[in-house]
Each structure stands twice: as C-alpha cells, then as structure tokens.
Nanobody
Framework: QVQLVESGGGLVQPGGSLRLSCAVS????????MGWYRQAPGKQRELVAT???????NYADSVKGRFTISRDIVKNTLSLQMNSLKPEDTAVYYC?????????WGRGTQVTVSS
C-alpha cells in the first residue's frame, strides 16, 4: 500500500513562495499518476496539479504560471513549488497517488497566505 507524507506548509505573506514535498513509500512503480489537491475551509477539495507517468502535467487555471509540480523518482518524492502566493491559496494541501482505480491520500499540510 502506498503511503504519502506531506511537508513544507506554513505561513507566508502574499507574493511569497513555499515548496511542498510529499514523501512516497510502498509500490511506487505501480503509481500511474500523482497530484496535489487542496481544501479551503467550507469548500470542496479541488485539484491543484497532476503529473502522470509519462511526465505530462496538468494545472488548475487558478495556479497556472505560479505553481510547478515535479516528481523525483530516485528520491521518491513529489513536490509543488508555489510562487506569487495569494490569500485565496490558503488551504490544506494533500498529496495523491493513483494505482489503477485506487486513490491514496496523505494527511495534508496547511498553507496560510496572510499579511
């Protein structure tokens, strides 16, 4: 079973940057896609960015040009570089891994963008 542990969240001022990391363990070579999702208070969880096995990336319109997803197969990590952060980016960010139709989730890391 895949296990995911997120880190790197925190408090940052508007316009600042953060880098989230997700440590991956388990049958990593069975993973077909990985991604970052977020959930703000009172809102549904939403897709932020995904990367599939072939390397194709997909981003939510709200983060295009500001966020970059990457995967390091050697280090078994998934990262999300977040630049030009806005207050509306405040949320709990979750790491996701897909094996066939099964989805695995981490516990999340809080990102707060505030002055």
């Amino acid at each position: 079973q895949v296990q995911l542990v997120e880190s790197g969240g925190g408090l940052v001022q508007p316009g600042g940057s953060l880098r989230l990391s997700c440590a991956v363990s388990g049958p990593i070579f069975s993973i077909s896609a990985m991604g970052w999702y977020r959930q703000a208070p009172g809102k549904q969880r939403e897709l932020v960015a995904t990367i599939i096995r072939g390397g194709m990336m997909n981003y939510a319109d709200s983060v295009k040009g500001r966020f970059t997803i990457s995967r390091d197969i050697v280090k078994n990590t998934l990262s999300l570089q977040m630049n030009s952060l806005k207050p509306e980016d405040t949320a709990v960010y979750y790491c996701n891994a897909q094996i066939l139709t099964e989805g695995y989730w981490g516990r999340g890391t809080q990102v707060t963008v505030s002055s």
